[in-house]
């Protein structure tokens, strides 16, 4: 009988509770929200990579993320009711995070089978790619949150959106507003905050 994988004791425990915590809220929908079994899932998936070090627990980690974030872009692009141009940003957003996680593969690959050879150039050079990942994880988080209001509101997923979409426009505008007016207060007080500050010499001038 096979024993299931664990994850090596020499791993520093303030990461390794840092990593799991983070993959952990990946797996609680399919946990049924018990966040015990949503931290073993993560430790079973981490744990069949193998990792000895911070560096591999840091690429199996980004391989399981990245993964499991493209699963749900997916499945949020089979929305009823979506928007075809957010379908197809979402579908795009997939075959992104699919990309990178079949990098972090390789470069866990390299670090394992040959863990003299340097590698640390290659992963020091600028990430052409991180703009686009990070647009990508902000739209699926946007998009979690419109298909949250749609089903506690009983909207359809275009009526949050455009709800969504209302909400974001008038914070915007309230946020200029209150600008605006914190510029006028300082443009009025700052006559006499320079008078106040001059000498009694410059003052009688």
């Known amino acids: 009988m ?10 520093p425990p303030a990461i390794l509770e840092t990593v799991l915590t983070r993959l952990a809220a990946l797996f609680l929908t399919g946990a049924d929200g018990n966040t015990n079994a949503a931290r073993h899932a993560a430790a079973q998936m981490l744990a069949a990579y193998h990792p000895q070090t911070t560096n591999e627990l840091r690429l199996a980690a980004a391989i399981i993320g990245f993964s499991f ?10 929305t009823p009711d979506m928007s ?16 990178e996680s079949a990098k972090a593969e390789r470069r866990l ?5 040959a ?26 988080q946007d998009t979690r949150k419109v298909a949250a209001a749609a089903k506690a509101n009983n909207l359809t997923w275009t009526q949050a959106h455009e709800q969504r979409q209302r909400d974001i426009r008038i ?3 309230l946020k200029r507003a ?18 106040q500050s001059r000498t009694p010499a410059q003052a009688s001038a």
């Open 84 to 99: 075809l141009t957010r379908i197809l940003r979402l579908r795009g957003s997939a075959v992104s995070l699919s990309r």
């Open 115 to 140: 863990p003299q050879q340097p590698i640390q150039a290659q992963q020091a050079e600028p990430d052409q790619s991180e703009p686009r990942i990070d647009k990508a994880l902000a739209l699926i």
């Open 178 to 195: 209150e600008a605006r007016i914190a510029a006028q207060a300082i443009a009025a007080i700052q006559p006499l905050a320079d008078h």
């Open 109 to 113: 690959g390299q670090l394992q089978t």
């Open 69 to 78: 974030q493209a699963l749900e872009a997916l499945a949020q692009a089979a």
């Open 2 to 11: 096979s024993h299931p994988e664990t994850l090596p004791t020499t791993l």
């Open 171 to 173: 914070a915007a505008s």
